[in-house]
């Protein structure tokens, strides 16, 4: 499997301290995230986007998604939620005081 080359969602301060700077996945499926033990947040969002410039939350079934993480957590969720995305961006719902990386869990289901 090749990693895509922005790998790691980063929580850049100097940029926003609760969005990440943009993830090229490919045509990898991000199925869940490894958070860092200084992570603040308690719940994650995704935002995706078509073309790497417009960025729009993403919805499930009508309800903007929302999963629940904690520090030092490996956090795995539905593959159906960044499938087709190309690129991603994540939202937390805490300010990160200093840059936070989170590992993306990545599977490629075209093997």
């Known amino acids: 499997m090749t990693v895509p080359r922005s790998s790691v969602f980063l929580f850049d301060v100097s940029e926003d301290d609760n969005l990440t700077l943009p993830l090229e996945k490919q045509h990898l499926d991000v199925i869940g995230v490894q958070i860092p033990s200084a992570f603040t947040g308690t719940s994650i969002g995704l935002q995706g986007s078509l073309d790497g410039t417009t960025y729009c939350p993403i919805y499930w079934e009508g309800t903007i998604l929302a999963i629940t993480v904690a520090a030092s957590r490996l956090v795995m969720f539905a593959e159906r939620y960044t499938s087709g995305i190309p690129w991603l961006k994540m939202t937390s ?6 840059d936070r990386t989170v590992i993306p869990v990545f599977w490629d289901f075209t093997k």
């Open 93 to 98: 719902n805490g300010s990160e005081a200093a």
